[in-house]
């Protein structure tokens, strides 16, 4: 898939004005134009490095969604969080997983907060475009 021509298409733009980056977003390509960066994927590439995003920023997560799948008090999550920052992640992906599940807790962010929320970093928001049978999702990340 040519996502720099549909990220130009998106955009109206030329192709000429958008750029490949050498580094990648939890395995999504990135993309600038101008000032912007985009990240750009299938379904299947979108939902998995949403996963890895979740999973890399568990510190970040409320204390008390934490809580809710847990079961762990969310008093003792934030004294955890606010000790360790980001620091804590190790340790809330064991909870995670000894408790509830991490595959059981990605869904329900997901649920709760939808994709866009972990992966377009500037705004929050999804985009789609249908490419012959597929759909690609651009997120822009600043």
Not at 4 to 20: C, N, T
Not at 33 to 58: H, M, S
Not at 68 to 87: C, F, H, N, V
Not at 129 to 139: A, K, L, Q, R, S
Request: hydrophobic share 35%; proline share 2%; aromatic share 14%.
């Amino acid at each position: 898939m040519d996502f720099e021509q549909v990220l130009a298409k998106y955009l109206i733009v030329p192709i000429k004005d958008i750029k490949k980056d050498s580094y990648d977003y939890y395995g999504l390509p990135v993309f600038d134009y101008k000032t912007e960066q985009y990240v750009l994927g299938e379904e299947k590439q979108v939902q998995q490095a949403c996963k890895d995003y979740i999973q890399d920023n568990l510190w970040s997560f409320s204390a008390k969604f934490i809580a809710e799948e847990t079961g762990i008090p969310s008093e003792m999550i934030q004294l955890y969080q606010e000790k360790y920052y980001e620091e804590s992640n190790k340790g809330l992906l064991q909870i995670i997983e000894n408790t509830c599940g991490l595959s059981k807790f990605i869904k329900d962010a997901i649920d709760s907060d939808g994709i866009e929320s972990f992966l377009a970093a500037y705004d929050g928001r999804e985009h789609e475009i249908d490419v012959g049978t597929n759909t690609v999702f651009i997120y822009r990340i600043n």
